[in-house]
Protein backbone atom coordinates (compact mmCIF):
# COMPACT_ATOMS: atom_id res chain seq x y z
CA UNK A 1 0.00 0.00 0.00
CA UNK A 2 0.91 3.22 -0.80
CA UNK A 3 -0.30 6.54 0.82
CA UNK A 4 0.38 10.23 -0.18
CA UNK A 5 0.00 13.10 2.11
CA UNK A 6 -0.08 16.51 0.35
CA UNK A 7 0.46 20.04 2.50
CA UNK A 8 1.28 23.78 1.88
CA UNK A 9 -2.18 24.44 0.22
CA UNK A 10 -3.94 27.85 1.64
CA UNK A 11 -4.85 31.28 0.83
CA UNK A 12 -2.74 33.60 -0.81
CA UNK A 13 -3.81 37.23 -3.09
CA UNK A 14 -2.63 37.35 -6.47
CA UNK A 15 1.75 37.71 -7.46
CA UNK A 16 1.90 35.31 -4.20
CA UNK A 17 3.83 32.16 -3.60
CA UNK A 18 3.35 28.96 -2.28
CA UNK A 19 5.32 25.39 -1.65
CA UNK A 20 2.93 22.81 -1.71
CA UNK A 21 4.30 18.93 -0.19
CA UNK A 22 3.58 15.52 -1.11
CA UNK A 23 5.20 13.23 1.05
CA UNK A 24 4.87 9.40 0.29
CA UNK A 25 4.97 6.25 3.08
CA UNK A 26 3.87 2.72 3.15
CA UNK A 27 5.05 -0.70 2.16
CA UNK A 28 4.44 -0.78 -1.18
CA UNK A 29 6.12 2.45 -2.09
CA UNK A 30 9.13 1.27 -3.58
CA UNK A 31 11.67 2.60 -5.92
CA UNK A 32 9.67 1.14 -8.72
CA UNK A 33 7.63 4.02 -8.49
CA UNK A 34 9.43 6.19 -10.84
CA UNK A 35 7.06 9.50 -11.06
CA UNK A 36 5.51 11.54 -8.99
CA UNK A 37 2.72 14.16 -10.49
CA UNK A 38 1.23 16.92 -9.52
CA UNK A 39 -2.45 17.75 -10.88
CA UNK A 40 -5.37 20.02 -10.21
CA UNK A 41 -8.96 20.61 -9.97
CA UNK A 42 -10.73 23.53 -9.79
CA UNK A 43 -14.84 24.26 -8.98
CA UNK A 44 -16.49 22.96 -11.63
CA UNK A 45 -13.71 21.82 -13.63
CA UNK A 46 -12.06 18.24 -14.63
CA UNK A 47 -8.80 17.65 -13.12
CA UNK A 48 -5.96 18.47 -15.06
CA UNK A 49 -2.28 17.88 -14.84
CA UNK A 50 0.00 20.50 -13.39
CA UNK A 51 3.90 18.90 -13.55
CA UNK A 52 5.49 15.72 -13.19
CA UNK A 53 8.99 14.92 -12.26
CA UNK A 54 11.07 11.66 -12.86
CA UNK A 55 12.48 10.59 -9.49
CA UNK A 56 15.46 8.77 -10.97
CA UNK A 57 16.92 11.62 -13.32
CA UNK A 58 14.70 14.64 -12.35
CA UNK A 59 13.57 15.42 -15.87
CA UNK A 60 10.48 17.39 -15.33
CA UNK A 61 7.33 18.11 -17.29
CA UNK A 62 4.85 21.13 -17.22
CA UNK A 63 1.35 22.12 -18.71
CA UNK A 64 2.03 25.36 -20.27
CA UNK A 65 -0.24 27.62 -17.74
CA UNK A 66 2.46 26.81 -15.12
CA UNK A 67 5.66 27.04 -17.09
CA UNK A 68 7.74 29.63 -16.28
CA UNK A 69 5.96 29.70 -13.06
CA UNK A 70 5.66 26.61 -11.09
CA UNK A 71 9.12 24.79 -10.60
CA UNK A 72 8.68 20.57 -9.39
CA UNK A 73 11.86 19.32 -7.45
CA UNK A 74 12.16 16.06 -5.52
CA UNK A 75 13.84 14.60 -2.38
CA UNK A 76 14.45 11.03 -2.60
CA UNK A 77 15.72 10.36 0.80
CA UNK A 78 12.45 11.81 2.36
CA UNK A 79 10.13 10.29 -0.15
CA UNK A 80 8.85 14.05 -1.06
CA UNK A 81 7.85 15.85 -3.87
CA UNK A 82 7.98 19.93 -3.71
CA UNK A 83 5.79 22.22 -5.78
CA UNK A 84 6.67 26.04 -5.63
CA UNK A 85 4.47 27.85 -7.60
CA UNK A 86 5.03 31.62 -7.91
CA UNK A 87 3.33 34.60 -9.70
CA UNK A 88 0.18 33.03 -8.37
CA UNK A 89 -3.01 33.81 -10.49
CA UNK A 90 -6.97 33.15 -9.65
CA UNK A 91 -7.07 30.95 -12.17
CA UNK A 92 -4.71 28.63 -10.11
CA UNK A 93 -7.25 28.40 -7.63
CA UNK A 94 -8.14 24.93 -7.43
CA UNK A 95 -7.93 21.29 -5.01
CA UNK A 96 -3.98 20.28 -6.21
CA UNK A 97 -3.07 16.16 -5.77
CA UNK A 98 -0.11 14.47 -6.24
CA UNK A 99 -0.13 11.07 -7.79
CA UNK A 100 2.35 8.26 -8.51
CA UNK A 101 3.45 5.82 -10.96
CA UNK A 102 5.59 2.91 -11.85
CA UNK A 103 5.78 4.08 -15.68
CA UNK A 104 8.88 6.23 -16.77
CA UNK A 105 7.00 9.81 -17.32
CA UNK A 106 7.05 10.87 -20.93
CA UNK A 107 5.31 13.61 -22.71
CA UNK A 108 2.68 11.76 -24.23
CA UNK A 109 2.27 9.79 -20.66
CA UNK A 110 3.27 12.71 -18.03
CA UNK A 111 -0.17 13.83 -17.40
CA UNK A 112 -2.71 10.70 -17.76
CA UNK A 113 -4.63 10.10 -15.05
CA UNK A 114 -4.95 6.17 -15.68
CA UNK A 115 -1.19 5.60 -15.34
CA UNK A 116 -1.34 6.59 -12.41
CA UNK A 117 -1.61 4.42 -9.43
CA UNK A 118 -1.97 5.68 -6.23
CA UNK A 119 -3.22 9.52 -5.29
CA UNK A 120 -3.25 11.63 -2.47
CA UNK A 121 -6.40 13.64 -0.71
CA UNK A 122 -5.34 16.81 -1.84
CA UNK A 123 -4.84 20.08 -0.15
CA UNK A 124 -6.76 23.26 -1.75
CA UNK A 125 -4.98 27.03 -2.91
CA UNK A 126 -7.24 29.87 -3.21
CA UNK A 127 -5.61 32.91 -5.21
CA UNK A 128 -7.49 35.82 -4.09
CA UNK A 129 -7.10 39.53 -3.22
Known amino acids: QVLLVESGGGLVQPGGSLRLSCTAS??????????IGWFRQAPGKEREGVAC????????FYRSPVRGRFTISRDNAKNAVYLQMNRLKPEDTAVYYCAVTKLRPILSTAFREDVYDYWGQGTPVTVSS
Open 26 to 35: GSGFTSDYHA
Open 53 to 60: INRDEGRT
